[in-house]
């Protein structure tokens, strides 16, 4: 029996598309592209996962790539990524509903110390995992998803029993990780109200 429900955060509680993150501070739509991928380029975003780059290593990285006159708009994408999150469409509303339901929640994600340090300060991400029993973030740690150390460090800091836990990721790479340390998986495809029907509230 399910008691455990485990959340990844990008793109399961949060939007996550580096066009959208940039668009507040971008009007145009191909300014807007350009450095949409260089901002969000993995060459970054991987070590920033496992906590080995920091904040001003990627700003030098992406103010050597841009035209100087866009330097001063990449750094300020990039400050502001956190506070510029949306949330994904009725994913709150089934945190809530699950919560009632005496269910544990957790989240697990691959995500920065940056945002580990500054996710309070934006209202409706802290409002979301002040319910929830337990966060394991990446970059702190220093251990990423698909690893079974990640896994099994959620399971031993908090006392679960794999099989009483269900894991929803946006990433099959990360839900087989899962399943390799004994834990249920459901591979979140955007849509909310499907993953309610799954649950079962």
Do not use: Q
């Not at 971008?26 to 996962?49: A, H, N, Q």
């Not at 699950?98 to 300060?121: E, H, M, P, Q």
């Not at 031993?156 to 087989?176: P, R, T, V």
Request: charged share 25%; with cysteine.
């Amino acid at each position: 029996m399910i008691k455990n429900y485990i959340f990844d955060f990008g793109n399961v509680l949060a939007e996550f598309e580096p066009e959208k993150l940039t668009a507040p501070f971008v009007s145009d739509e191909k300014t807007r592209g350009y450095l949409s991928e260089i901002i969000f380029d993995r060459i970054y975003w991987d070590r920033l996962d496992d906590g080995t780059i920091t904040d001003g290593e990627i700003k030098a990285g992406i103010s050597s790539r841009v035209p100087a006159e866009l330097v001063d708009t990449a750094c300020k994408v990039y400050d502001n990524w956190v506070n510029s999150l949306t949330p994904v469409k009725g994913m709150a509303e089934l945190v809530s509903d699950l919560r009632k339901g005496n269910n544990k929640l957790f989240l697990l994600s691959n995500i920065s110390v940056g945002f580990a340090d500054t996710y309070n300060n934006v209202d409706w991400i802290r409002e979301l995992l002040k319910g929830f029993d337990g966060l394991v973030l990446s970059g702190p740690i220093g251990i990423t998803k698909p690893s079974a150390d990640i896994f099994n460090h959620l399971l031993e800091k908090y006392g679960l029993n794999a099989d009483e836990c269900l894991f929803i990721d946006d990433s099959l790479k990360n839900i087989e990780g899962a399943k390799a340390c004994g834990i249920h998986g459901y591979l979140f495809d955007g849509d909310a109200y499907k993953l309610r029907a799954f649950v079962g509230v």
